[in-house]
């Protein structure tokens, strides 16, 4: 009977078309790099630097000291302050293609000077009082998943329970609820009932959206605490603050020793899908601590984490919304490499609720077909042709919004997913539909564009993010971006046998798409800058690096281009200068792509500058702050410095110093292959491919004679391999002996 409670309760046991993902890590012990990882502190006091996170992937909280006690804050995606008053907003931007004029308000709309729309902290627990004169030990283990406070009394641990959206407290005091107020929503109620401790809080909606309700519950049993989560949008049915106090009774009525047990099996088989082992230390504690990040605010089935959750503060910035460019792209285009896929459902689903949003975005805006992406966006935003707010709720914003080439960051992230992990269903249903859209909207743009003397289509009217002038034409980051959702399209339309005649216009247009534009720098020699007739530093400094977008994030010139075009992006990129807010991932992975050294020099320098005591990263102070979604980017990077894996091409340890030993394995490549190998003195020495997909493999060679599964193997031009695999099966590769 408890189980079948916890089944009804639990989001997890909710079964969701996704990708088969299997435990596919080779078996590789990682568990002393696991607890290297770990984060130890002596003072808890600063809750932005030093708040220690804890999190199922739904549930989620940081813990730290306030007023001389443990203190906690949890919440949940789904928790948000919905409402929109668009009452003073006037019309929205409006872009003539034909013409190239750009018409209506600048700047935010009114609406956004709001405080809602925002995510809002769920809770806060008061847990046991600490040491006045200090004297405690504060650990994270990353590997479990628990932080345990060692002081003069009794050890204390804490966990949010890997199953479940329950806290899990063994400590020597009463766990106290604490409502999160705020002068624009109504107090919470707070009561009991029994033995069981609660809070319930009902946020209000307005005239296009209900409101929502969630509810909290204590139970104890002896010097064990069980605190329910449960939302509205838990539960098809029935009352939110029952169903919390049925799931903590449930919970404090099992045995500790199983709860933890299935906690500790849960993150197990997390890890176990890949792992990482370098001799640079830094970097490997910082690889798993942003895959341990990631695994504690996203999970599938669930909404997707914002831009940065309110933990500890609720003074987030810019609403904490969906930043449709660089900020909730950081957040999950890396997932899929790390054999995470999975985390990477809650935006793809998101971005499919959004579609008939995004459609009368492209129409208002641009009057085109298909689906354009805005630069803020929010939870539970519904159906325009449902809404009686004005501007059909839109919140639209110029010069921010009108980046041609942001929506198709968005379908790089859907389209990376099935790239590394094909799956023909998910991709029919999930991900197909995204870039159909987009392309559609590409398309239809281009066929109101003007020609150049040559023919080809001048890229827009648009904006170079996030510098210089609106109206610009042909921006380096918007011609690679279309160019690569064309590319999907072709492919996914090819696999899936669908839209003939969107294909032929894709080709066509592709086609017609202009050269990167150039200029000439201070030494006489070309490269490329951020629009048609910008001058050489006429943006002295970038927050994104627009001139190197096409090697990434566009994936559009890669180690296999000519080599005069790869000399071209060198150059542009060793010229080009950011502020450090938004490209410093993506800028070092540009770098890393063309093997620059100065990849892994430069990035460790400043990321090392900007680590915080809990393990954690702060990119610019608040506005740019701690427990923000985009670190999990820095597990991308370093990913790109051991395996590269672009247009369905493998690089080896592309970007690895040379003095430091690393291995890894369950990496995932395009194609839907994991990845094991191993450098050592300065040479790869062993790797071992699966597929999982039976495709066709290529594989930069590290060796001049490479041996597959004890047989020699026959390479083509610059070292390349390609094999034709069968699903299921291990390639192991090595040198000649």
Partial sequence: MLRKILNLLILGTIVLALPSFQDERRSMDYSDSLQDAGVTLTDLRDGQRQGLMLGNGDLYGIVWEKEGGLYMRITKNDIWDARMDLSKDGGMPKVDIKSGTISGPTGGPASYGNTFPQPRCGAALRLSPLPASGGYTAHLDIERASVTIAANSPASSIRILNDRNVVLIKGPRAVSLEEIKAETLPAAEIGRTGDISWLRMKIPGDIDVKGMDYALAVASKGDLTAVSLVTSFDIQSGDVLERAISLARATIGEKEGTLVARHESGWKQFWSRSGIELGDKVLQRWWYRMLYFAGT????????????????????????????????????????????????????????????????????TYDCEGIFCPISSFLREPDPALSKSINKRQMSMNPWGLTIGSTAMNVQNAWQMHLCSPDPVYLRNKIYPIIREAALFYASFMEKCSRDAWGKVRLGPSYSPEHGEVGIYNCPFDIAYVRYTFDALLQASSELHLDPDL???????????????????????????????????????????????????????TWFSPEAEKDLFRRTIAVTRHNFNNSNVIFNIAKARLSMPEAFTESKKWFLSRELPNGLFEWQGHQHGTYMAEMTGIAGLIDEFLLQSVGNKIRLFPCWPAGEDARFSGLRAQGGFLVSAEFKAGRVVSATIESTAGRELTLLSPWKTIYVNGKEAPTVADRLITLQTKKGEVLRFREAQ
């Fill in 503 to 557: 294909t032929a216009k894709c080709k066509k247009f592709s086609a017609l798409l202009p050269d990167y534009p150039t200029a000439l720098d201070e030494s006489g020699q070309t490269v490329v800058v951020d629009w048609e007739g910008c001058k050489y530093n006429e943006v002295p400094v970038h927050n994104i690096t627009v001139p190197a977008a096409p090697v990434f994030p566009c994936d559009q010139v």
């Fill in 297 to 364: 605010v996203t999970k599938p089935g669930t909404s997707p984490v914002n831009l940065m959750p309110p933990l500890a503060t609720d003074v987030t910035p810019w609403h904490s919304d969906y930043h449709h460019n660089y900020n909730s792209w950081q957040a999950f285009w890396p997932l899929p490499a790390t054999n995470h896929t999975e985390l990477a459902d809650p935006w793809i689903s998101y971005l499919n609720d959004m579609i008939p949003r995004f459609r009368f975005l492209a129409k208002e």
